[in-house]
Structure formats: structure tokens, C-alpha cells
């Protein structure tokens, strides 16, 4: 047991202080003398208590100690620094009780002092008696202990121990260790003639503990709650209580592909060089090895190189381990190895692609979807309740796809909730999570005996944290700048918002303050300038604690796609005015909300192709490659102009045909293309079905012209072989219907014999005529253009000068700009009706 005492020096030193005091009244001496002359040495009254692992001090008066100055000595060598006692501040004043219970048991006569390091005095000290020393793994006792291993125990030389029952315990004084026998009490007893000292001893299973997850709630953006119940403490005189979270995030492959150290096994290789960076499958599979859980969503980003064949899928009762990733075994039975997820033709390629994986709240099914598109459901057909864990993995039959992003849970994360000593319900939170994030919690119970731990986990349920902002739609959308509009949901203390933009690729374009400091819900908006016109961008809200440390809490709005807007410049007429000019009508319909632009027309003289056998350079592409004498494009399939066609105006080709020259047929694309694989004809008109020349008709040794004519009106195309008319596309194929036409054709026989284009029409660069400038409203213009060559044939259109009250170039949507025709209900028509125009002087 503890002793008290008060040292009489202390008592010394207080009636001089007191004589030092009156002194002070009458005149004759201060207090700052008189401990000038003693050194400056404090002045403190303080009483101690001593047990065998506990020492307690009180202060009734004088000096303050400072804590980070002020030492404990425990029989000579056991120094405690104050500021580790309990209880205590920066500095130990009048009234503060304070204790440390943080060293190695004592017995004996122990001595304790108190020390003012930076003066050296003593300013407290005494000498206990304690009893004999009795301890069991360090610890006075209760002590809990498992059957094995054997624990130590320590006792003074001069005493005997006893075990009240020795059925429970067996003692081994010569290695001074206890070993329990079987699971009971028992109590440990030691004597030294004088004294007797007790420990109680409890051997006890190692699985003594359980707790079971109750229901979770999202409190907000940055918090959850979860309720769970202790239900069995077992022997154990008490537990502690947690709750255990972690984040589901991304994984961070570490681009080994037979290494489970990022829970992800793959059969190829990883594509550390190439853009993104993923995993292969190498004809077979990648596997998952982060359990599926119920009520949870698991999204994957898969990216193809090129056409796959087939995306298959299985689950799996087990994960794939280093040592067994070469085998299939884990499929769980009724699923097996391949169940369609997507084919062929609904693979998207060259960009990355998601598919997510459902496990729904009753374990009953999975299911899979590819772009947010339903495509398979794994049931109770598949037994999919009987599994207690489920895996999930992708098989591809070549080498194209690969798993480049894969979600993963975070590190383990702990909140201690309580201590208790009996089966209860409890209930914690977590703060300063991520808004709508999905977390994985549980229930957890800990209680630490000899060394070891005893724990207990309950179920593990997903939660979503709730959103924190929203993006709403855009408002005032112009052709430079848009009107940005989100909603706070709830207030962090202090919250700074923003708007980010971005190109449909995640390139960002624009990151505006929209407000800062902000400490309650509300909607916000601000004004982006400086966008391109007629251009997609996505934007979303976002919202960030201004104070607290990192992680901040930062929240995302859903990503909002728009449109700006575009200045509508429609082409209505052409007259020649003379053998070298002409006049364009246009019309300005639309201004876009742009304050003012100026007003042009712009033409292009057409002739015909050098080549230079480099298909960019020359806007054509044949499936043949580049052959010479005479130099061409040679088919061996399909030869495609990436030029466009304009209504309006005619473009003549040369051909020379060989002797394997079969037949040719030709198409119209929407858009350009560089796959000579396929003619990528619009889906009326096919591949072969168009015959424009049959092999009878085709001239043989000398080059012919196909010439391709492309109504005003939009809605016809017909194709001339040299001079007869052999082919017409028009509404059947509704041909008014595209934006953009192209022209292709093709022969199967095989270069240098095959068919060739040894020569193309295209357009030379535009020049510009100068209509109006300053134009606030929209209006009707016209421009003239002199000094053109007689006999040629031009493409003309009204367009926008090229300029903006903000000197920025316009961008339009297309190569040329569009007619926008108001609809039924006052909406926009954005088919392309073009009106590309040409001018022939005879």
C-alpha cells in the first residue's frame, strides 16, 4: 500500500518565508531579495503517494513548477518527467492533483524526489516502504491467460506462492512461470511471514469476444454513424469498443503482374509504356482479388487497343494468389469460365470504357454492366447466396484489352467509441470523411491479455457518405462565355466553391471562384469567359473546407456536358457580275450573345491534287498504298477521299484501270476515315451494293474520269463515269439527313493491276472578302469578290471575318458553318443543310 508524509524541511522552509513575509511588512526587506539571495530556488508545498506501480502528487501551495522543467526520481534511477503525469498542464499549481502509473513495478524502500532541473533543488522528497514484490506479466492483477503459451510471473526472494487451485494452473517456480492447465479461476497467492498478496488469474479462450454491426447511417457529407452490440464478453473483465472504416479508392497498380501486393493478378503483362497503363489479359484472365460485398457497386475502366472479340466474365469463391493464378479452380460451379458480357460490335475502342459489377443488399445477385448498360445477371440460378465471399474477373480472347483502373479499399482506419465491462449496444461516429464516397465499416471489439490480442469484428457494410454540392444546369450559354449554376448542400464551418471546366478528354480549360469562406447551404453561380464557340465542354461544381488540415474535406458536383453557342451564318445566294467576279448573299441569324463580330465571305478554288504519296498531306487513303507510273492511290479494297463534298458542286477524279480490275463500286461516308479495312459507308448505302461500273464498261489503258455532283439542295448525289450517269444516292438514303458526305470507291483487284486514282480535286486555302464590320445584331449582308479567274470553279460561303469584340479567333463547328432551321417547337435543327456554293464562268 501507498504511505503519505510531508518532509520537514518543507516545513522549514515555509516559517521562513513566513519570518521573510513580516520582514516584508515593515519595510526592511522584500521577497524578491530574500530569493535573490537564496538563488532563485522554488518554494512548493506538496505531499506524495507511492504503491508498487502508482505514484500520486498534490500541490497545497507556493511556487508554480513548470511541467517541461520539474522531474520525478524513483529510488535514485527511474526519472519521470512531470509533464507525463496525468492530470497536469504546463505548469503544476496550488490544488492540482496529479498521477503516473506509467513505470516498472517497485518494492522496498523506494525513494522519491522532486526536481527542478534548471536549479537543482530538491523541492520534495520522501522514502516509502513498500511491500514484497508479487507480479504476473508486470501486472498487479486481474491477469487473464490462455492455456499456452506459459507467461512469467516475479516475486520478491523472501516469499512463498501458492495457487488456490492447482487444477487451473500450473506453477514452475525454478523458470518462474505460470501455464494454464484448463479454463477457470483461480488466485495466486504469495506470503513473506509478514504480508500476504493476491492476484487473480482468469485462463480463458482465445475467442472470447463477439460483435455484431447493427445499422449505419450518413449523418452528412463528412460523416457516418454506426450502431452495433457487444454480445459476448466471455471471461474477460472488459473490452474495448471501436468502430473500423476504410475508403474505396483506385488501387495503385504495382505493375507486377503475378504479385498480389495490389490485389490484382493478371495472365499478361502490365503496359507500363503505353497510355494508360493497365493490365493485359494475353488471351486469358485479370483477376480482382478485392471481395465483392453485399450492397455494394464495384466500377473497373477497361481500355482496347483494338477490336476484341469478346469480353467473358466469371466469379470466384477465393482470391487468385501468386501461387495458384495459373489456374481456374475458384470458378464458382453453375457460372464457369465464360459468360458473355459484350461482343465485338459494342466494344468501344481507343478510349477507356467502364464496366461495373452490382452485388445487390440480399446476396442474391450480381450484376454486370458495360457503359452503364445492362448486360448480365448472375442469380440464384447460380446459386450466388451460397457463397460467403464472391471475386470477380474478366477474360478476353487475344491481347488487345486491358484493366487500366481498378477500385480497391483503403488503409484501415480506427475511432475508439467506449470501454466496457458487460454486453452492450454502442453506438459512434466518424467525422471528416469524404463527401459521397463509399466507405466499408464494421463493429470492432479489442482487449489486449499477455501480449496478445483478443478482437472481434462485426459484418462489413458498405454507406455512401451524401453530397456535399451539386452541379445544376448551365444558364446564359453564349459562344464565348456560360453562365455556371451549383448548390451547397450543407455548410463545413467555412467553404470555398468553385466551377471546373473541362474538355469532353479531362483536359481542364477553366478553374473559377465562385465564392470563398462561405458557412451555410446555399446556390451559387459565376461567369466563365474566354470558352470556343460552338464546342463541348463538361463542368461540375466543387466545394472545399477553407480551415482544417489535409485531407480536406473536398466534394464534386455530377459532370454537366454543354454546348456553346455559335454565331449562325446562313449562305443564300451567288451571282456571276462579271467574267472575274460575283456577289454571295448571307444572312447573320444568330449572334450568339457575342457583343458585336464582324461579317465576311470567304472562297476556295478547286484543282486537282499533286500527290505526294503522304495520305494526310493529300486527303487520300488506299487500302493499296501509293504506286507510281502513273502515281495514284491504289484500292486493293477501298481508296477514300477525305475531303468533303458540297452541295453545289462537282468533283472529277481520274482513274486507270488494270487488268485485274473487276468492278467498281463506290460509297458515301459521314466523316473521315484512315480504316481501309471497311468502305465505313453510311448505313443505307452498304459496302458492295452499289455498283457504278460493271467490268464490260470499264475503260482499259487509259485514264477515265468518275465525276461525283452534289445537289444545291443537299438531298442528292449523282456519279458520272466518263460523262453517263450510273449511280444517284437522294432521300431514300436520306442523304439530307448527314452533316458531312464523302466519297469512296472500290475494286478487289490487286495492285499494280487493280484500280487506281491518279488524280483528285480538292480546294485550295481560303480567302477572305470583307462584308461588315461591327455587326450588333443579326442582319442581312453581302459581299463582292473581283479579280477571280475565268472558267474556274469556286466554293464560296458567308462566315464570320475571323474575330470577336475580344480579338479571339472564332472556331465553328465544322470546316464551314451550318444553317440552324428553327423547329416545331422553337428548338434548333442541328442537321447539317450547308450551302456550299459554286460559280463556272462560260
Known sequence: MGTRSQSDVIGVVLLTVIVSLTVTATGAVTLTEWQNDLGGDPVTDIESELAVDRVELEHFGGDELNASETVVLLDGKRTIPLEEFDGVGDQFVGGMQISNDEFEPLAGDVSLRVVHEPSQSVVHSETFGLEFLLLVEGETGPVFMYEEPSINYTLSDDAELTGSDATVIDLDEDDSTITGTRTGETTLTADDGEETQTIDLSVIEPDELGVTTVETNALGSDRIELTS????????????????????????????????????????????????????????????????????????????????????????????????????????????????????????????????VEYTDDSEEVRVYVEGQHEWTWDNTNNIGDYDELYFSTREGGNTLRLVSSPTIGSERTEFVDTTDSATSFTGSV?????????????????????????????TVAIQTEKLVETREPTAVGAESVRFEGELLESLGETDLSFVVETPDGTEVANTTAATGLDSSRTFSTTVHGLEPNSSYVYYARAVESGGAAPKITGTGQEVP???????????????????????????????????MDLSVRYRTQRSVGFTSDPEEDELIGAGGFQTDPAGYAHDTWVHD???????TNRTYEYLAGSDTAVIVGALRDEPTDDTSDSNAIDEIGDWDDFIQDSDKIPRGEPFEITVEYTDDGEEVRVYVAGELNQTWDSSENIGDYDELYFTT?????????????????????????????????TPFTAEISGLE????????????????????????????????SDSSGGCDRRDFSRFTAYSHQ
Open 431 to 459: 467525422s471528416g470523411l469524404q463527401p459521397d464516397t463509399a466507405y466499408f465499416v464494421e463493429a470492432y471489439a479489442e482487449r489486449e491479455i499477455n501480449g496478445q490480442t483478443i478482437n472481434t469484428t462485426g459484418e
Open 790 to 821: 475565268a472558267g474556274t470553279v469556286y466554293a464560296v460561303e458567308a462566315t464570320p471575318s475571323g474575330r470577336s469584340t475580344t480579338k479571339r479567333s472564332l472556331r465553328p463547328a465544322r470546316r464551314w458553318l451550318s444553317i440552324q432551321r
Open 746 to 778: 472500290g475494286d478487289s483487284g490487286e495492285p499494280p493491276e487493280g484500280l487506281r486514282v491518279v488524280s483528285a480535286p480538292t480546294f485550295s486555302e481560303p480567302q477572305f472578302e470583307f462584308a461588315e464590320t461591327t455587326t450588333t445584331a443579326p
Open 229 to 356: 452490440e457487444l454480445t459476448e464478453l466471455g471471461a474477460l473483465d472488459e473490452t474495448e469498443l471501436f468502430i473500423r472504416y476504410r475508403q474505396q479508392r483506385p488501387v495503385e497498380f504495382n505493375g507486377k503482374p503475378d504479385d498480389n501486393g495490389d490485389e490484382v493478378i493478371a495472365h499478361g503483362e502490365f503496359t507500363e509504356d503505353e497510355d494508360p497503363d493497365g493490365y493485359t489479359h494475353d488471351g486469358r484472365w485479370v483477376h480482382d482479388n478485392t471481395r465483392l460485398l453485399p450492397g455494394t457497386n464495384r466500377t473497373y475502366e477497361y481500355y482496347a487497343e483494338s477490336q476484341v472479340s469478346e469480353i467473358v466474365a466469371t466469379l470466384r469463391s477465393e482470391p487468385e494468389t501468386e501461387e495458384t493464378f495459373e489456374s481456374e479452380e475458384f470458378a464458382i460451379e453453375g457460372i464457369g469460365d465464360f459468360d458473355f458480357i459484350r461482343d465485338d460490335n459494342n466494344v468501344p475502342v481507343g478510349e477507356p470504357f467502364e464496366i461495373t
Open 562 to 596: 454543354f454546348t456553346t453557342d455559335e454565331p449562325v451564318i446562313v449562305t443564300l445566294d451567288r451571282r456571276a457580275t462579271g467574267p472575274n467576279s460575283i456577289e454571295v448573299d448571307g444572312e447573320l441569324t444568330n449572334i450568339a450573345e457575342l457583343d458585336e
Open 642 to 648: 477525305n475531303t468533303p463534298l458540297y452541295p453545289g
